[in-house]
């Protein structure tokens, strides 16, 4: 049984540019969050998605956005991208507002 | 609002010594506690959890109180090995998952 998939591992953009991150949940999973993680810091909670729609949201611009598909997949996508934007980008799945998350391995966004 | 905060690291401890790792909370309603792990180049995995006070979470050797009177939940190990080094991170959720900012861990042979 598949845990949580996200791809690419590994992306490389120039400031100014959009990038999308995404993220397939684990098998029975419905809820998907998604966090930001720079280095030698704590995972930070950008925003999570139930039912298509967003229901929380951390403190993070309006540059980043997301979506979830009918079949529970999601995309992170930022725009204008900045320096600061550089880090490692996890998604975690969950069964509704169940404890139970399951987190990808993540996907490690370099700005330069 | 919601947080955590644990104790700075690095920590280096030499194999078989006590480990503990401090971890205060403060949240509104009644959170559920989690301490993960992180090993270099992975996601997040789930170490252990406790959803009320009082509750003792446990796996491989390490454990966890959720204490409300202090709104703490210390992650202890009596013996660490080699194999524990890692990044651990104090977690909480309420209505959605919020992190410390995660101690190293490093033991020596």
């Known amino acids: 049984d598949a845990g949580v998939t996200q791809s690419p591992t590994h992306l490389i953009k120039t400031r100014g540019q959009q990038v999308t991150l995404r993220c397939s949940p684990k098998?029975?999973?419905?809820?998907v969050s998604w966090y930001q993680q720079a280095l030698g810091q704590g995972p930070q909670f950008i925003f999570q998605y139930y039912e298509e729609e967003e229901r929380q949201r951390g403190n993070f611009p309006d540059r980043f956005s997301g979506h979830q598909f009918p079949n529970y997949s999601s995309e992170l996508n930022v725009n204008a991208l900045l320096l600061g934007d550089s880090a490692l980008y996890l998604c975690?799945?969950?069964?509704?507002?169940?404890?139970?998350?399951?987190f990808g391995s993540g996907t490690r966004l370099t700005v330069v | 609002g919601n947080s955590v905060t644990q104790m700075e690291g690095p920590v280096t401890l030499s194999e078989e010594a006590f480990l503990t790792i401090n971890c205060t909370y403060t949240?509104?309603?009644?959170?559920?506690l989690f301490w993960y792990v992180q090993y270099p180049g992975e996601g997040l995995q789930l170490l252990l959890k406790a959803t009320k006070a009082d509750d003792k979470g446990s796996n491989k050797g390490f454990e966890a109180t959720y204490r409300k009177e202090t709104t703490s939940f210390h992650l202890e190990k009596g013996s660490v090995q080699v194999s524990d080094s890692a990044v651990y991170f104090c977690?909480?959720?309420?209505?959605?998952?919020?992190f410390g900012a995660g101690t190293r861990l490093t033991v020596k042979p």
């Open positions: 975690a799945s969950s069964l509704g507002q169940s404890i139970g998350y399951t």
């Open positions: 098998s029975g999973h419905d809820t």
């Open positions: 977690a909480l959720s309420v209505w959605d998952m919020r």
């Open positions: 949240a509104t309603g009644y959170p559920s």
